[in-house]
């Protein structure tokens, strides 16, 4: 009996032994064959970007969005169809009339023949329908919709021909010199060019100067007339830190992307182009983003991308040597879920690129320029001041607004020496009627920061129209029983309204606004000093009134800061969604 108990408990040990050493060898196995997966999988990937970096098609960059600098590029200035990469210039141009008020979300844009017979992708609208701006931003962003570009570039700029037009003339604005753009959506065109280093400062400019909307580039999906509409976008949501932008795909161009990150304090920008296929493009993103994290600044020292007049911009366009060559004229829409690849036309063929870089309208020549004082620079995206031309993009030129003359009663002054009595000459100070701007558009306060006014009379102000210390010259002390002296100026025609004498502010202004009473202007400065989490604790702040024909507005402003403060208030505020340019006082 013993025998056998002792019999099988050597067995149930030798069991236990045996099932031990067989799980060891299988998780060993397991263990190996895991590390080999991972050594293929890296393998498969290093290979893969190596093929890609190969293709003439591909480009690439990242840049550092809080020092400016460029941490990885690969033929970042060689010329690339953008193919719906175009869409963002399409959103910037409405992003500009939604910010400025000539548009709204909720405005119905019509649906011409034209937009509706454009290829797939879209979102299928009909001749004579309407769509809300709102509704289109989020087709073009997640279905990349070609026939709701077009109907936004016919709501801008009347045609998509125009539109392109003013696009190309944007472009230079930003500072995007090798761009050319022929149409709205990005179908195929032989003319229509970029870089990748164009597209990364249109992805920063679009966050710089549009921070409000800019948020719609992170729609993945959205419910459009009963049908759910998904988005072509795969890192959002799989990659931390990814807010957008936008994807596109030709043939002639291959898979492009444009990514933007934010983790932590830091912030990457980053462009491909040409890939061989969605999955290839978005895993070389990826890598791109992964690799270069580490090296990125975790304070903004940059300053916000703003807009240049393109007649001064000093325009270059590519030339042919390293232009790729088209593949195709006419190609499949943009967006499929896959396409074949063509080869490469003969390098011996003139390119369709060059020409397209040759056939940039010509900028305007400017009049010669007077000598005047040099225009306050506006910034966070406010077009910076300019002579009264038009705005780069826009049909529709800067106008000052009307500006009521106001009487203006001075207390005695007491002079060191003093001539004759004699009375002072009134002093006019009239500004022509113009045709009305809205109060808190972006046009009107870039002009008013440097308004075209007439000269004053010899020896009286400033010389520009606005009242200034008169010279000794100009008035004299009174005498001991004589009443004291005044000086007065004359109401412009039709209006003889009063006010105290204006009081001067120093350093950088910052405007949060231009309401109806000064009560809700004294409403917006405490919100937004509340809002500023104690950037203006230190700030003067005051209203101004301004009439504009026989309405008063109120603007609610700030003085006495830097223009790094100012600037760096403005983006804060900007934020919260409190409206807020700066201006040089």
Not at 258 to 271: A, C, Q
């Amino acid at each position: 009996m013993l025998r056998t108990t002792m019999a099988s408990s050597r067995a149930l040990r030798v069991g236990v032994l045996g099932l031990v050493t067989l799980t060891t060898a299988i998780l060993i196995s397991d263990s190996a064959e895991a590390r080999r997966y991972r050594h293929r999988h890296v393998r498969h990937h290093q290979s893969q970007e190596t093929r890609e970096s190969d293709s003439p098609r591909f480009a690439s960059i990242v840049v550092d969005g809080n020092s400016g600098a460029v941490l990885a590029a690969n033929s970042p200035d060689s010329l690339r169809h953008p193919a719906s990469l175009t869409k963002m210039m399409t959103l910037y141009m409405l992003f500009e009339r939604l910010d400025s008020g000539k548009m709204k979300l909720d405005t119905e844009m019509p649906v011409s023949e034209h937009a509706s017979e454009q290829d797939p992708t879209k979102l299928g609208l009909r001749p004579g329908q309407t769509i809300r701006v709102e509704d289109a931003i989020k087709g073009v962003v997640t279905r990349s919709a070609n026939d709701a570009a077009v109907v936004i570039a016919e709501a801008v700029g009347g045609s998509e021909d125009d539109f392109a037009r003013m696009m190309t003339r944007k472009a230079r604005a930003l500072g995007m010199s090798r761009t050319v753009y022929r149409n709205a959506s990005g179908l195929p065109n032989d003319e229509q060019v970029t870089t990748a280093r164009d597209q990364s400062i249109l992805g920063r400019a679009l966050q710089d100067r549009f921070p409000r909307y800019y948020r719609y580039f992170s729609t993945t999906a959205f419910n459009f007339r009963g049908h759910t509409i998904t988005g072509h976008n795969h890192l959002l949501g799989s990659v931390e830190g990814v807010d957008g932008i936008k994807t596109g795909y030709i043939r002639a161009s291959g898979f492009n992307l444009v990514t933007s990150m934010h983790r932590g304090n830091r912030f990457l920008i980053g462009v491909v182009f040409g890939g061989r296929s969605g999955g290839s493009r978005d895993a070389i993103m990826r890598n791109l983003l992964a690799e270069n994290l580490a090296k990125a600044a975790t304070t903004r020292t940059v300053a916000a991308i703003t807009e240049r007049n393109p007649a001064n911009a000093n325009v270059e366009v590519a030339d042919a040597d390293d232009a790729p060559r088209p593949t195709e004229s006419v190609a499949a829409a943009s967006e499929p879920a896959s396409a074949a690849m063509q080869p490469s036309r003969p390098a011996n063929k003139p390119s369709l690129m060059a020409a397209a870089a040759a056939a940039l309208p010509p900028l305007p020549a400017k009049p010669a320029p007077q000598a005047k004082p040099e225009p306050a620079p506006l910034t966070s995206g406010v077009i910076q001041t300019q002579a009264m031309a038009a705005i780069p993009g826009s049909a529709e030129p800067m106008k000052p607004v009307k500006v009521k003359t106001v009487q203006v009663k001075a207390g005695q002054i007491k002079l060191a020496a003093a001539g004759p009595a004699q009375s002072a000459p009134p002093i006019t100070n009239t500004i022509p009627s113009r045709n009305e701007v809205a109060e808190t558009s972006n046009a009107m306060m870039a002009r008013a920061a440097e308004p075209d006014m007439p000269p004053q009379p010899a020896n009286f102000g400033t010389g520009k129209g606005i009242l200034g210390v008169l010279p000794a010259s100009a008035v004299q002390a009174p005498a001991p029983a004589a009443p004291q002296a005044v000086a007065s100026i004359e109401p412009s025609r039709n209006q003889t309204s009063t006010a105290k004498p204006a009081i001067a502010h120093t350093g950088w202004i910052v405007q949060v606004g231009a309401l109806a009473s000064e009560g809700e202007a004294k409403e917006r400065i405490d919100l937004a000093r509340n809002s500023a989490r104690g950037m203006l604790s230190k700030a003067d702040p005051f209203t101004e009134s301004v009439a504009k024909g026989d309405r008063k507005f109120y603007r609610a402003r700030f003085a006495g800061l830097e223009r790094d403060q100012a600037e760096a208030v403005c983006r804060t505020l900007k934020r919260a969604d409190i409206s807020c340019i700066t201006v040089r006082n």
